[in-house]
């Protein structure tokens, strides 16, 4: 499955059969952590039992609290961090999707109950449930092009492709609260519209972004 399929097939799964990660999964998921963590200067990890992590009344009224295990989203604490979670932890996701599970990323959990490693100087960010879905999700409902792109003139094909993917991002309560500007020297900056966890959705909707259009957009630079 290339990273678009993945991307396309990819929804939000709340409800998980009770079995664990297999074994094998669990170390193609352990290998692709260490090299983002390596990249993107993070400590995500995989959990997983998940334990408690999901016993929140939401998480419940959801189905969270069905979920196997668990990616405590973990770095060191500067102000990129929150975009570098998402940019890398999203990676994270469609390499799950691609290798036949499901997630959800979650930023109402029980931090106390999540069992993350977090060394001085980092930060405990968001979480991901991952595990193996009892549906597939559906797809969310979008903004349209128009309603996110700032472009004057002609929009070149790889530009609307990109924004094409970045649609299908998952954000914090659907809210896609982003725009994406594309400059007159071709580059692309990512702007922060507010509300919940937009810095996390930003990275995200980067992600998608580079996958879409093929290209990279730069480093990542709080937005
Ligand atoms: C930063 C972030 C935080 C989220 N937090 C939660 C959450 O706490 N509980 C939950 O059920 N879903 C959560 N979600 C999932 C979103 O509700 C979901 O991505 C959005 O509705 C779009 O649906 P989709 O992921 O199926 O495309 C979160 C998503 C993101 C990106």
Request: with cysteine; hydrophobic share 35%.
């Amino acid at each position: 499955m290339s990273e678009i399929e993945a991307i396309k097939e990819r929804h939000s799964v709340r409800n998980y059969k009770p079995e664990k990660l297999h074994p094998q999964k669990v170390d193609l998921i352990k290998e692709k952590i260490d090299e983002l963590n390596t990249e993107g200067n993070l400590h995500l990890q995989l959990i997983e039992d998940a334990g408690n992590t999901y016993n929140k009344l939401l998480n419940r009224m959801a189905g969270l609290g069905t979920a196997p295990s668990v990616i405590a989203c973990v770095g060191p604490d500067d102000e990129t961090l929150e975009q570098r979670i998402g940019y890398y932890g999203e990676k994270l996701v469609l390499f799950a999707q691609e290798l036949g599970l499901n997630t959800c990323w979650a930023g109402t959990f029980n931090k106390k109950n999540i069992n993350a490693e977090v060394g001085a100087g980092s930060r405990l960010v968001i979480s991901i449930a991952i595990g193996y879905g009892q549906d597939k999700g559906k797809p969310h409902k979008s903004k349209t092009m128009e309603q996110v792109v700032e472009a004057k003139g002609e929009r070149p094909l790889w530009f609307n492709k990109g924004v094409e993917m970045a649609l299908l991002a998952p954000t914090a309560i659907n809210q896609q609260k982003f725009k994406i500007r594309l400059n007159e020297d071709e580059t692309v900056d990512f702007i922060d519209k507010g509300g919940m966890f937009s810095q996390v959705d930003l990275g995200i909707v980067r992600c998608h972004f580079e996958i879409g259009a093929e290209r990279s957009t730069g480093e990542i630079k709080k937005g």
